[in-house]
Each structure stands twice: as structure tokens, then as C-alpha cells.
């Protein structure tokens, strides 16, 4: 089973950036699709962005030119830059793979945007 782990996440003020961080315990052929998701308090869970092993990425319209979708296959490990963030990004970010494996979730990490 791929265990993850989500890190970098923190308060920023609107207009900021942050970039996620996500390391997985399997190789990138394991893991294939991978996808960052995001839930707000009150709200469904949503996926925000994905990446195949070979690199064609896939974004949320409502992050699309804001996000940026990467990984580092050597070091088992999936990023998320984050640009102009606003208010409406705050949530909890989970790495997962795509499908999810929905019985096996991180921690995430915690995204507040608020000035």
C-alpha cells in the first residue's frame, strides 16, 4: 500500500505562493497518476491537479494558471507550486494517486490564505 506524505503547507497572504510537497513510499511505476486534492471545511473533497508518470499534467479550472503540477520520479516525491492564492483556496491539500485509493489517505497539510 503507497503511504504519503503531505508537507509545506502554512498562512499566506492573498496574492502569495507556496509550493507542496508530497513524498510517496513507492517509484513513480507504482504510483503512476499522481494528483493533489484539497478539501474546505464544509465542502467535498475536490482534485485540483494530476500528473502521469510522463509528464502531461491536468488542472481544476479554478486553479488552472495559478497552479503548477510537478514531480521528481527520483525522489519519489510530487509537488505543488501555488501563485496568486486567494482566500478560496484555503482547505486541507492531500496527495493521492488518480484514482484515489480512498482508504488511504495522508495527514495533508493545512493551506490558509487570509491577510
Known amino acids: 500500500q503507497v503511504q504519503f506524505a503531505e508537507s509545506g503547507g502554512g498562512l499566506v497572504q492573498p496574492g502569495g505562493s507556496l509550493t507542496l510537497s508530497c513524498t510517496t513510499s513507492?517509484?513513480?511505476?507504482?504510483?503512476?497518476?499522481m494528483a493533489w486534492y484539497r478539501q474546505a471545511p464544509g465542502r467535498e473533497r475536490e482534485r485540483v491537479a494530476f500528473?502521469?508518470?510522463?509528464?502531461?499534467?491536468s488542472y481544476a479550472p479554478s486553479v488552472k494558471e495559478r497552479f503548477t503540477i510537478s514531480r521528481d520520479n527520483g525522489k519519489k516525491t510530487v509537488y505543488l507550486r501555488m501563485n496568486d492564492l486567494r482566500p478560496e483556496d484555503t482547505a486541507v491539500y492531500f496527495c493521492?494517486?488518480?484514482?484515489?485509493?480512498?482508504?488511504?489517505w495522508g495527514q495533508g497539510t493545512q493551506v490558509t490564505v487570509s491577510s
Open positions: 513507492e517509484s513513480a511505476a507504482r504510483t503512476g497518476l
Open positions: 493521492n494517486t488518480m484514482p484515489p485509493d480512498i482508504q488511504n
Open positions: 500528473m502521469g508518470a510522463a509528464g502531461h499534467t
